[in-house]
């Protein structure tokens, strides 16, 4: 089989870069994603619902309570604490037609959050019928910046 190579020189390597560089910050740019008031109201129900005391963990933790035999009057939620969330900043990165990461700085009552996370991250990513908004799982930031490097995100789990 013949083999061929090729060696870029002078103004030829600067021009290659050059493309390579330019090729790569326009897939970038692609990345970056508005985000819209149905994504907003998504996020922040999602907050709501984790800092009223309604969140899947604490779900989740009443359903382990209920495999391990706790009787059924002392499996109940905490009171519901209406809370209002407000994003300082909000952003989103993603490609076309797939899950985005969102990347939410927000504040509780008007104070950091209680948890002490005003940065959270989550996958969301449009309901099946193209209506609205879901909130599939919570993330992190590698994985947000991750999703402006082109063919970064061959398989993921949310």
Known sequence: ???YTFQLRGW???AAVAALAG???VQMYSRVRPVDDGMRDA???ELLKDYSGRGSRDIARLVTEARQGAPAESLSLAPLVQRDVEFTSI???GS???AIVVRAEVTVDG???PDGRAVRYFWVSR???GEGWLVLAETNSFRYFMELVPGSRRSHSY
């Open 12 to 14: 030829q390597a600067i």
């Open 91 to 93: 952003a989103a990165r």
């Open 111 to 113: 104070v950091a959050p």
């Open 43 to 45: 996020v922040r129900t």
């Open 1 to 3: 089989m013949a083999q």
């Open 96 to 98: 076309m037609g797939g």
């Open 127 to 129: 309901k099946f019928g």
């Open 23 to 25: 090729i790569t910050g």
